[in-house]
């Protein structure tokens, strides 16, 4: 726990959050500024920065986490889809670091707009790029 982090304060209690789930070593709460509402964050209570860093085995109990707390935020919103979606790092997004999955309610039409995507310039390319990934596995 950090006393900076303001997810650390919401995990511990001494800041207010509107919760809707919570396990030994997790808790989801609604995002105070939603893309939708039921917008909910899933954090871990102990503090960890990314993905990177954690070190607990929440893989379990994240999925189950993950998926109970996402049929609800459907069923509550009456949504038709779901993006579960985790940021690391500033280049990607992360404003809190500490962290936590968005699990966010989406519906037809909604003008949430995706990435824009393109393909590989060759399919030379598409293979040196995996094999670059695959080269600096540390499994
Ligand atoms: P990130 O960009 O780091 O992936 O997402 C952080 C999320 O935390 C944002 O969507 C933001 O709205 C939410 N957030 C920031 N501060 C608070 C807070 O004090 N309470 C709650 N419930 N959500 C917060
Ligand atoms: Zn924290």
Not at 56 to 82: H, K, N
Request: hydrophobic share 45%.
């Amino acid at each position: 726990m950090t006393d900076e982090c303001l997810f650390c304060r919401i995990a511990e209690g001494t800041l207010p959050c509107a919760k809707v789930y919570e396990t030994d070593r997790l808790l989801a709460f609604l995002d105070i500024n939603p893309a939708f509402p039921g917008h909910t964050l899933i954090i871990p209570k102990r503090h960890v920065e990314t993905l990177f860093t954690l070190d607990e085995p929440i893989g379990d109990e994240l999925l189950l986490t993950m998926r109970c707390v996402g049929a609800a935020v459907m069923e509550a919103t009456g949504a038709a889809g779901l993006n579960v979606i985790q940021n690391n790092g500033r280049a990607a997004w992360q404003q809190v670091d500490h962290v936590h999955w968005h699990l966010i309610p989406r519906f037809p039409d909604d003008g949430l707009a995706p990435w824009k995507q393109e393909a590989y310039g060759s399919p030379d390319a598409m293979r040196i790029m995996a094999e670059a990934i695959r080269n600096n596995i540390r499994a």
